[in-house]
């Protein structure tokens, strides 16, 4: 079964069938059912199906979180880029505004 603290798997008999779930740690108090599969003859059926879908969820959840981190650090890698090249603007025109003085002081002289 997984190592995951915030994803596990239940196991549970309804009438004359088995039913497994994926669950997942919401809050400290709060549990929602991700992924559920019912109708197993056997709880051994039903433990094995929960474990195969369990790792099959958890790499897909592995491989979107780390398409989103991606998408997040070139987003803040280009939101770097700008804010760089904006000081450098910003730089850029101060030194303009601090020639134009110092030629108008020039010409007062």
């Known amino acids: 079964m997984s190592d995951s603290k915030k994803y596990a798997l239940r196991v549970i008999q309804i009438e004359n069938t088995w039913k ?23 709880e051994a ?11 099959g969820f958890l790499s897909k959840q592995a491989d979107r979180n780390k398409r989103k ?3 997040h650090l070139k987003a803040k890698s280009l939101a770097a880029a700008i804010a760089a090249e904006s000081a ?3 730089e ?17 002289n």
């Not at 059926?45 to 790792?55: F, N, S, V």
């Open 45 to 55: 059926e039903a433990t094995a199906w929960g474990e195969q879908a369990l790792q």
């Open 92 to 108: 850029e025109l101060f030194d303009a505004e601090d020639e134009d003085e110092d030629e108008d002081d020039e010409e007062l």
């Open 69 to 71: 981190t991606e998408k």
């Open 20 to 42: 497994t779930e994926i669950t997942r740690r919401m809050t400290a108090t709060k549990t929602i059912v991700s992924k559920s599969q019912d109708g197993f003859a056997s």
């Open 88 to 90: 450098v603007d910003e």
